[in-house]
């Protein structure tokens, strides 16, 4: 059981192609920058943007074939879609728009009733039911919204930033709630999301997308400990750099050649973080293999460690303590010199 | 809190704009011969031709939203090779002299117009000169209104409530009738009352398409305009119920016909 989907279309400056292949055992998310396209796949998945060429098939069902011109209705799809801003139907009671769904597909007034009351005690919201969507805050709107899409039991449960428009406040409550209604629902989940600190709290599995392309997929852990764009590599926090290993160096393009400990060959990411990089006023004597000098561009406090950007032949970030840049006498602009072990610099194929 | 001073360059010729509108309504009411206001009120000619408006001009606002309703949808959602054109063609009447639509309606819907004479032929149809041709009169001038002001509704409103629900498994009927209809509900409202009240002063295409026959085409425009004639501080009377009628709809309404916002 389990959603296949391959999408291909231009939208706009979006030129969008994925490949999805989800089962029901896993929570997946969905992981890119704004405008990566990742609300746009969803929707190409729920059959609310055609697509140029590709194919969408749930359960081993056909649901869309550009090459043969099927496609089911958004309405006949058996899914369930969380819209960003959640999309509540202002005119209706919470309990009306909870029923929606429940009556859209046939089922009476009066068992309808009967369901979304039961869906609206499930996240706790029994005791609003007469009120409308404006009456409520932002987390018991998004907990309507889940009630709203669970309640017709989809097969397909999509979620397109479930989060993003709550405040910090709320959203670590709500967060672990809808990790609990994604954990007891019985079918396939897809999140869409910006926030990496939401993918991996949410996710048994990561799609990061970047620019309509799939950059990397994987388990929080796998993508997390072996970035392959630099969009992850930011999320993460680490420098990650790509070029030419040469058994024991890689060289990067226009750039410096890294020691490395290893002995691949052929392209790689170099992967170094920010604590393994040594700052030092003068050129350093000693061990470390790679020494490079640079000026420090950008200076910034995170919580007890101070993160220097330093442009060297290529960007670097080091992470130092706030003695250290007092000791170092570093300035913005002030030139420095960096160091750090080949045995520090993780190496993987591209 | 403080209210806002409205600037004196504004306010001068907002003065003299209201004033323009207040003074002429003023003349009517101190002009009106109030000793004989009853006697003109019961009058039978009166009591049919008001009858006759409110169930015209009813009607008309009927036809509008059956018609002009699914006329705006397909001006906002559908994409086709001339509707620029059939959506002026379609509000012509806006612009159009009255009596240029009612003659436009005689050379159709005539008996020997271009559908009229088939019309008589084959059902015996005819419209001129009865109340149904005072209600085609009046939906010709007053539907552009309506569909202009659903139109505006459709495509400001925010499309994606239409996608939550066929997400929801609503057919493309119930998204409509449960989504955008109420969605769009101020706007269809304001329609609807801009159609009645111009509906209910239709004067020209009225009196050319369907003449001035009491009881059965004289609505109170033209019986205001008949009794001006003969007994002018009479018309006074009936043109100041119109003028009633009119205001207390528009001021009861007009928190709605604002829309919510």
């Given amino acids: 059981m389990s959603l296949e989907a391959s999408v291909r279309l231009t939208q706009g400056p979006l030129d969008l192609d994925m490949e999805l292949a989800i089962g029901e055992d896993e929570v997946v998310a969905l992981l890119g920058p704004n405008g990566a396209g990742k609300t746009t796949l969803l929707r190409a998945v729920a059959g609310l943007v055609p697509f140029n060429s590709g194919h969408v098939s749930l359960d081993g069902h056909v649901l869309e074939d550009a090459a043969t011109g099927r496609y089911v209705p958004t309405e006949r799809r058996p899914i369930g879609f969380v819209f960003q801003d959640y999309l509540l139907f202002p005119h209706l009671n919470v309990l009306d728009n909870v029923a929606f769904g429940l009556r859209s597909r046939g089922m009476s007034r009066g068992a309808a009733t009967e369901k979304a009351v039961q869906w609206l005690d499930r996240v706790g919201l029994k005791s609003y039911a007469g009120a409308k969507p404006a009456e409520l805050s932002g987390g018991q709107r998004q907990r309507v919204a889940l009630a709203r899409a669970l309640a017709p039991d989809p097969r397909l449960l999509l979620l397109d930033e479930p989060l993003a428009a709550l405040d910090v406040t709320t959203r670590a409550d709500v967060r672990r709630d809808l990790k609990r209604h994604l954990a007891s629902f019985q079918g396939i989940r897809l999140v869409v999301t910006h926030d990496p600190l ?10 990061v997308m970047e620019k309509g392309h799939l950059v990397q997929t994987g388990t929080p852990a796998e993508v997390t400990e072996r970035p392959r764009s630099q969009y992850v590599a930011d999320l993460v926090g680490v420098n990650l750099l790509r070029g030419e290993a040469d058994h024991g160096s890689v060289r990067i393009p ?10 691949e060959s052929g392209e790689v990411f170099a992967m170094i973080h920010p604590r393994a990089v040594a700052l030092h006023h003068t050129r350093p004597e000693g061990s470390p293999r790679n020494v490079w000098r640079g000026r420090a561009s950008n200076i910034e406090l995170m919580g007890n460690r101070v ?12 992470e130092v303590t706030p003695s250290a840049v007092k000791e170092l006498d570093l300035v913005e602009g002030g030139e420095v010199w960096l160091s750090f072990k080949a045995t520090d610099v993780g190496v993987y194929p591209a | 809190m403080r209210r806002e001073r409205v600037p004196i360059v504004v306010l001068i010729p907002a003065a003299i704009g209201a004033a323009f509108f207040i003074v002429p309504l003023v003349g009517l009411i101190v002009r009106s011969p109030w000793h004989d206001a009853v006697a003109a009120l019961t009058a039978p000619e009166t009591v049919e031709a ?38 002026a063609l379609t509000t012509l009447p806006m612009v159009l002299p009255p009596v240029v639509g009612g003659i436009a309606l005689l050379l159709a819907f005539g008996r020997r117009g271009l559908l009229g004479s088939w019309l008589d032929s084959t059902f015996g149809i005819t419209l001129p000169f009865t109340t149904a041709g005072v209600v085609m009169a009046e939906t010709f001038v007053a539907m552009p209104f309506l569909i202009l002001t659903v139109e505006a509704g459709l495509r400001s409103m925010d499309r994606r409530y239409e996608e939550a629900a066929r997400a929801l498994g609503a057919s493309r009927w119930r998204v409509f009738t449960r989504v955008t209809l109420p969605l769009i509900a101020p706007s269809l409202f304001a329609g609807a009352v801009l159609c009645w009240a111009r509906a209910l002063g239709e004067f020209g295409a009225t009196i050319t398409f369907a003449g001035n026959f009491p009881g059965v085409t004289q609505t109170m425009p033209l019986a205001v305009y008949l009794v001006l004639e003969t007994n002018q501080e009479a018309s006074f009377i009936l043109s100041l119920v119109l003028l009633l009628i009119s205001l207390v709809v528009l001021v009861g309404l007009r928190h709605r016909w604002l829309g919510s916002a």
């Fill in chain 1, 254 to 263: 226009g750039g410096p050649v890294v020691a490395t400990a290893g002995a």
């Fill in chain 1, 198 to 207: 939401e993918a991996v709290a949410l996710a048994d599995r990561l799609i």
């Fill in chain 1, 307 to 318: 993160r220097v950007r330093i442009d060297a032949e290529v960007p670097l970030v080091a």
């Fill in chain 2, 50 to 87: 008001l009858k006759l408006s409110l169930v015209a001009s009813l009607s008309a606002t009927a036809v509008g939203l059956i018609l002009g309703v699914p006329l705006a949808w397909v001006y906002a959602r559908a994409e086709f090779p001339g509707r620029d054109l059939l959506r």
